[in-house]
């Protein structure tokens, strides 16, 4: 009797939440995390549904939407299209991030310090072990470079981050691209390891002759040193936000299978050279329609009504074809 | 250890058995308590077996040797992890005993009565310090003193010396190695001091005073009387710190450096089992090598830090001290 009134209890408990906010959960990437965070306050005020999201990395999303365990799983690498299809998923982008090296030489202020992507990869190669290297010099004709070894330092924990990263550094040297490659963690030559971006950002403050890579956000907040980087057109540029909009703008959209669009090294003359997409992934067949109906309403709320917020935080917001494109794979592709 | 506890248990329950269900009931389930714990510890041993098992088919005994971890190519080592991890516990043995040593002889025969009370009770605090606290401090505060003092210092002083300059060789990150062993040190030290402590306080006075009365200065009686008579227990407690130092996480992920590359040199960079496990977990795939070789390794740390508990254990069982 006892164990009767408590089950109807929790049963109550169960069914009457969503009469007040329909929740959804997701799990997934930890870069995308804090715009879904803001955007999930706004959209409870606004549309009525709660957003219960865990960054628990990319790895760990992909795996609890394949166990279908959340609504939706994020991850920042994309799917590759055979396993989409294997595990009955659909693929979206939501925001596109940019990744920004920092640096810690003495007398070198923010965006002084010039750098190419095959320099960049012979550092962490561990080829190029001083600041006054002759090829740096050569880049830097008005710097005064101290005899200082070069520290690098990456992410230790795997990470989306490291995937744009060594993505890009694969993109830019075919050394690199046969040594290491891309992945969430890879083998790294040289260098040392760091937890997280704030691990990387307190251990290039921390080490003179540092360099290390972080999220363009968490280098704007912290007001950590970065550098130029020549992008694909030969130009140097620096990490602003027109920058990452320019390369936003010159990735082939139309012909990316599964939004799966490579935003890495591309050719605008402003572009900055590592720009990055972040996905969703969502059922094809939903468990719950109604919930999976609600994950749909709550990313076109935030297509429509989020890139305000996306931009106060650095994130650059999806461009308008790419949101009308994804809202028509919403209606053909879900079952309702 | 379990054969003394169980015994007596038997003995009563067969004694018991006949009078009252209610007996009877009771001792089924002290009985299946005392069993679950068995069971848990067996299921978690066979579920990182049969997790790791894909690893150990795919690279055999060459995991325990092999040094190459990329999860690019698909091949995965545990030698740096597990090297890692065993050098940074013994270097963290190697400094907590000897300031233990003098932290416990102090406290049992030179210090006065009034001031004993505090350092031990000071000692039982620093053990319950959360291990992120001591990752944060080694991180903020140890690091920097590394990178700025110890490790130039060090490398322009003992680098060019023969033999054992390549220990101290490399850029000064302040992380690494040494650091790590550090902070595992100061970690570990209130359980050995502790340790050492309480079983020194169990020699019999008479055995001190009749050295005392032989004449024997205060060294020659630790040396001569309480050393020989706690040894073992002394072994025990060294073990205790062992153990605890070889699964300690966070506060080695901050301050390792975490590099998969074997490094020869005190201030390299390095990994241990449990920081690796902490940092890859998130992004290995269900069903992929990595996270195989991950388990594989958990198996691996189980098996170390078991083989060390079970020796301290053995040496701390009572009325061995003698």
């Not at chain 2, 700025?148 to 990150?173: K, M, N, R």
């Amino acid at each position: 009797m006892k164990f009767r009134t408590l089950a109807a209890i929790t049963a109550a408990t169960l069914l009457a939440a969503p009469a007040f906010a329909q929740q959804i959960t997701g799990a997934g990437a930890t870069f995308p995390a804090p715009v879904y965070a803001k955007w999930g306050e706004a959209a409870k005020a606004a549309v009525g549904i709660e957003l219960n999201y865990q960054a628990i990395g990319s790895g760990g999303g992909q795996n609890q939407i394949m166990n279908r365990t959340v609504d939706f799983g994020a991850s920042d690498a994309p799917v590759d299209g055979p396993k989409l299809a294997e595990t009955k998923l659909l693929q979206f982008p939501t925001v596109m991030g940019a990744v920004v090296p920092i640096v810690n030489i003495p007398g070198i202020a923010a965006d002084q310090l010039k750098l190419t992507g095959d320099l960049v990869a012979d550092i962490y190669a561990g080829k190029v072990t001083k600041w006054n290297d002759a090829k740096i010099a050569a880049l830097n004709p008005g710097l005064t470079l101290p005899s200082l070894a070069i520290a690098p330092v990456y992410r230790a924990d795997g990470s989306g981050t490291t995937y744009v990263f060594t993505s890009y550094l694969a993109a830019v040297s075919t050394e690199w691209k046969d040594k290491v490659g891309a992945a969430t963690s890879v083998k790294w030559p040289a260098g040392n390891g760091a937890k997280g971006n704030d691990g990387v950002g307190a251990t290039v403050k921390q080490v003179r002759g540092a360099i290390g890579y972080v999220e363009n956000a968490y280098a704007t907040q912290n007001k950590l040193t970065t550098t130029q980087l020549r992008n694909k057109a030969g130009a140097f540029v620096a990490p602003t936000l027109p920058a990452f909009t320019a390369a936003a703008e010159s990735g082939d959209w139309k012909n990316a299978q599964n939004y799966a669009v490579n935003l890495i090294d591309t050719a605008g003359p402003t572009s900055w050279p590592i720009v990055s997409a972040t996905f969703i992934l969502l059922p094809k067949d939903p468990k719950d329609a109604g919930r999976s109906a609600a994950v749909m309403k709550f990313f076109d709320w935030a297509y429509t009504n989020g890139s305000k917020i996306a931009a106060d935080l650095e994130y650059i917001p999806l461009p308008k074809t790419v949101q009308d494109a994804v809202r028509a794979s919403w209606k053909s592709e879900i079952k309702g | 250890m379990s054969q003394t506890l169980a015994a007596p248990i038997a003995r009563a329950s067969t004694r018991k058995s006949s009078t009252s269900p209610g007996d009877r009931i009771f001792a089924a389930a002290a009985k299946s308590a005392g069993v679950f714990v068995l069971v848990l510890l067996g299921a978690i041993i066979v579920s990182l077996f049969i997790g790791g098992w894909p690893s150990f088919r795919a690279f055999g005994l060459r995991f325990l040797v092999d040094a190459d971890w990329d999860p690019v190519q698909n091949t995965f080592g545990g030698a740096v992890p597990i090297y890692g991890t065993l050098i940074t516990a013994v270097l963290a043995i190697l400094m907590a005993v000897p300031l233990a040593f003098g932290i416990a002889f102090y406290l049992t025969e030179l210090a006065p009565i009034w001031f004993r009370r505090p350092v031990g009770t000071a000692i039982e605090l620093l053990a319950a310090v959360p291990s992120i606290i001591y990752g944060m401090w080694g991180f903020f505060m140890i690091v920097p003193f590394m990178a700025s003092f110890v490790q130039p210092t060090a490398i322009d002083w003992l680098s060019d010396l023969p033999l054992v300059g390549f220990l101290f060789e490399g850029p000064p990150f302040g992380t690494g190695i040494l650091t790590a062993a550090l902070i595992l040190a100061v970690m570990i030290l209130p359980f050995i001091a502790a340790t050492m402590r309480d079983v020194f306080l169990t020699v019999p006075p008479v055995f001190k005073e009749s050295a005392y009365g032989l004449g024997c200065t205060t060294w020659e009686v630790m040396r001569s009387i309480v050393i020989p008579y706690t040894r073992t227990s002394v072994v025990g407690g060294i073990m205790l710190g062992l153990g605890r130092a070889l699964g300690e996480t966070m506060a080695v992920t901050f301050v390792i450096g975490n590099t998969n590359r074997l490094s020869t040199s005190l201030f390299g960079p390095g990994n241990t089992i449990a920081s690796i496990v902490a940092l890859e977990f998130p992004e290995s795939q269900a069903g992929s090598l990595k996270l195989s070789s991950l388990l594989a390794l958990g198996f691996i740390l189980f098996v170390i830090s078991f083989i060390v508990l079970a020796i301290s254990r053995t040496l701390l069982r009572p009325g061995k001290t003698s």
